[in-house]
């Protein structure tokens, strides 16, 4: 397989990964609509690095949330009876969610207050 087949295959995957978690997950819907407004706002009001820094840390989130959903449909795949292993996996990927939301936060104030 060539390199343009392998890139073309990994793109595909990871459409159809957007895609499903676009339909069946609604933190993913909901952190990314929160993304278009930041985004929206980072366009209309900063420029140069600070734009650069939030918007990647948009993204950051919903890669996180992308690894937390994969955390979360791993546990449920291995086993459907509860767990004290499962949920701390899968609050553990919600919290790391969590930490990348704050350092989103953390930026946006950061970069208005300065």
Known sequence: MGL???????????CAGLRDAWRQEQSFRVWSWVNVVS???AFWLLSGAEL??????????LAVEMVNTAVERAVDLVS???S???RQAKDAGS???MLAAIAAGVAWVVV???
């Open 95 to 97: 919290a790391g969610v």
């Open 39 to 41: 985004a929206g706002l």
């Open 52 to 61: 650069a820094l939030i918007l990647a840390l948009g993204l950051l989130i």
């Open 80 to 82: 459907s009876e509860r």
């Open 84 to 86: 004290e292993l499962a």
């Open 4 to 14: 343009f087949e392998w890139l073309k295959t990994r793109i595909i995957w990871s």
């Open 112 to 114: 208005l207050v300065t």
